[in-house]
DNA sequence: AGGGATTCATAACTATGAGTTATCAAACAG
DNA sequence: CTGTTTGATAACTCATAGTTATGAATCCCT
């Protein structure tokens, strides 16, 4: 390990970094300049790596320690998370989590998973919010949340997928509507009828895939209206202004006014996925993950 | 920042938290055991969490200090591997890549890869080793590699994935065989012909693939060999063992005395993807990645 | 029970080295 | 050329990590 070297040096490198003047970095940092000079150059020859070039008493980072800067913001800033969250469990709480879903998770996933949690880890206080794929995925980047509950298929590198549970498409249909499961012939029975669908900014992945599912059955749909939002969705066929497309999970929950048609023979599939964001230190994500990695849903 | 501590208290603590015991960790760590125990303590109060149970003169780790004692091993492991990574940089290397790959990856999407890659870094270090999905994964959870190229749904939790290149099947036959693109009808011509595949070691997600095609077509393949090696499937169905089923992009290369006839009409793909340790602080990796999502293989 | 051994904590002392002030040489700006 | 600003060097001082000496509590043998 990094003998010899003290955090205060990294202190010091850091605002020195940052500055690129001795006198000014010295002043920030509350010692004086000939006692940070000094403590660079001892820095520098524990490590055995120029960290600045120093000529026309100009201060220039070399590339070694633009490196050093990029990756030792990170590391501390990691540290601090790994004390901050130590604070929690020494004051007693086992800690919080907070989970972000779409709206579909929370008919099956989640209760079966935040059940099976509590069993393990009861002290845990959990923030819930239902928000869109996209708005999580910039949560969890700025550690809003500490897991998502996704439909997409790809997202931005530092995070983290584990897929949960696969679960085919429905067709939703007002509860009155002529078809149902029996006689149900095909999706082009519908080509003239309009249709309510999630908008694309809910997950340009899952309206692609939505959207073949149309193209196979050969026609485009009539779309009346877009939503990001599930009941909004039911209470519209509810009202007879369309049919929709939607995972088969949403089911639970919404039988009222409203019925579900399978599509089992059609070959998309829509992937609940939980995501994190990888140097998350909270020390519940851990169990949480390994929890839902083990749950089987059914 | 965690200003008052010193990278000292955190050695210490890690001594400690391994000995449980003053004086052993304090003779380990070359100073007297009095010495240990201030340094512990000033810890304690200046981070304000209780790291150890003392009593009946049993040293004990707390929650918060199992936790602490955890993260902190981590968190100084990555510590290591940057320094080590900016002393590579400062010794004029730009550094070196460890490349894992399956064997179709270097028919397409490897030579396109490196050679982008080295327009923008022409002095990096490049290791290329072919070896199975399997061998990839644990090489890079033991950072032996920076990335690998594999052909696999899921990757344990820690390794990040990103997909590079959608690849249809196809069928390939000896030269001479009567079938060929024009007269072919579908694999179900094929269910007496022996087969030579890849062992499900190879990837078990991609066997059940290939097995899922043969089931599609209406038969259960008599598989004649199992191997793990492109080459020899070639070389078995050059010499008349049998046929083969294999990514497209094998074609390239390998025109000799095999013919290829693409499955465009069945529904299976078979995706490339890089996968990657998200731990890993090698410098390039970050440039290599960028390169990576932004080249279009067609 | 009681003496010896082992635990960690406390108190007072020592000495290492971080931080100080004073100064210098080099480069720049006018 | 002169005044100013830069970072480096040298000699000093003082804060504190580490020391030794000792104590209180617990265990462990007869």
Redesign the interface.
């Known amino acids: ?3 010899q ?4 040096h990294f ?1 010091y490198f850091l605002a020195l970094a940052e500055d690129l003047h001795f006198r000014k970095a010295s002043e920030r940092l509350f010692i004086s300049q000939p006692g940070l000079s000094r403590q660079i150059k001892q820095m520098e020859e524990a ?4 960290l600045f070039e120093r000529h026309n008493r100009k201060v220039k980072l ?4 633009e ?2 800067q990029r ?2 913001i990170n ?2 800033q ?3 998370d ?2 901050s ?3 929690l ?2 004051d007693g709480m086992d800690g919080n989590l907070k989970l972000g879903y779409v709206g579909s998770a929370m008919q099956l996933v989640i209760p079966d998973l935040l059940l099976k949690f509590k069993e393990e880890h009861p002290n845990v206080l959990f923030d819930i919010n239902e928000m869109d794929n996209n708005k999580q995925i910039k949560a969890l980047l700025k550690q809003e949340i500490d897991v998502g509950f996704v439909r997409m ?2 997202v931005p ?2 995070l ?4 949960l549970f696969e679960d085919t498409f429905s067709l939703v249909l007002p509860a009155e509507h002529k078809v149902d499961s029996g006689n149900f012939k095909g999706l082009s029975q519908f080509k003239d009828e309009p249709f309510i669908l999630f908008d694309s900014s809910y997950s340009q992945s899952y309206y692609e895939k939505v959207m073949q599912i149309f193209d196979d059955a050969g026609f485009a749909p009539i779309i009346s209206h877009n939503t990001v939002n599930a009941s909004s969705i039911f209470r519209l066929i509810e009202n007879n202004f369309g049919a929709s497309i939607v995972p088969t999970s949403l089911k639970l929950g919404y039988d009222m006014k409203i019925k579900f048609i399978e599509l089992d023979k059609i ?1 998309q599939r829509t992937t609940l996925k939980l995501i994190w964001n ?2 998350n ?1 909270n ?1 519940l994500l851990e169990n949480f ?1 390994n929890i839902a ?1 083990n749950v089987d849903f059914k």
Do not use: C, Q, W
């Open positions: 390990m990094s003998y070297t003290e955090f205060r202190r490590l055995g790596i120029n070399t590339k070694a320690g490196y050093m990756e030792l590391n501390f990691r540290l601090d790994i004390i969250h130590a604070r469990l020494n298929e790809r590198r530092g983290n997928i584990l897929p070959p990888s140097v230190t020390p993950l990695e």
